[in-house]
């Protein structure tokens, strides 16, 4: 992110993907500050429409439309299930095989989500995919593919498996990973946020808009930690 302006991924056909960068809202919220949307806006120089949101801490591929047909037209298959999203994430433990979590959500306490409990009135249907991609001695990168658009589903579901992320102020570990804390040497941090990615996004062809899949490479704070767990062995 040069100068406050994300990098573009892709642009065309009246859609535009940037590579969000951990820390920066998609929509100005109660604490103030820039958000990804204005800083667009400002830099095009006309109005941008947000399709989907990924939460402050995780990065990745997120998607704007650039008029208000295809605003429309992408929204409904986000909320229909069309459109695929893969995430990387960084978690504790050894996660050694596929799974299905199908596991209903519902609010819990100061902002936080939590699985429901049979029964439980409010819950909502919640299911995620998680694959391991590699695996070290207390940790793995893993891709979770959410198949419902639940607040902080993917981060739950992987605490319900019991793996949570490796940071996450919410719902593990609130200190930053240092160097050492990942099989190195030194005290630099490594990780100060939660570190999930969202890593490639795929959408079906729509009136006006051809079916593309875009992926944004993992940021450089999760490829460091990477680098670390397997030089660790």
């Not at 830099?43 to 047909?69: I, M």
């Not at 986000?78 to 960084?90: H, T």
């Amino acid at each position: 992110m040069s100068g406050g302006v994300p990098r573009v991924l892709f642009e065309g056909a009246g859609v535009m993907v940037v590579d969000k960068p951990a820390g920066v809202l998609v929509i100005p919220g109660r604490e103030g500050g820039p958000s990804l949307r204005d800083t667009l806006e400002a830099s095009l120089g006309r109005k941008v429409f947000v399709v989907h949101r990924l939460d402050r801490d995780t990065s990745g591929a997120l998607v704007f439309a650039l008029d208000a047909g295809v605003h429309r037209a992408l929204s409904q298959a986000f909320e229909a299930g069309k459109v695929r999203k893969r995430y990387r994430a960084l978690v504790e433990g050894r996660l050694e095989a596929p799974q299905l979590v199908d596991a209903p959500l519902v609010a819990g306490r100061k902002g936080r989500m939590r699985v429901a409990k049979p029964e439980e009135p409010d819950a909502k249907p919640s299911r995620t995919r998680v694959r391991p991609v590699e695996t070290f001695a207390s940790a793995s990168l893993v891709e979770a593919e959410p198949l419902t658009g639940r607040t902080h589903q993917i981060r739950v579901h992987l605490l319900s498996l019991g793996h949570p992320l490796l940071v996450d102020h919410q719902y593990g570990r609130e200190a930053p990973l240092t160097e050492a804390d990942l099989g190195g040497q030194g005290t630099r941090e490594v990780l100060t946020r939660t570190p999930l990615h969202a890593a490639r996004v795929e959408w079906p062809a729509l009136p006006g808009l051809p079916a593309r899949g875009v992926d944004a490479p993992l940021p450089a704070d999760m490829q460091r930690a990477l680098e670390l767990l397997r030089a660790a062995g």
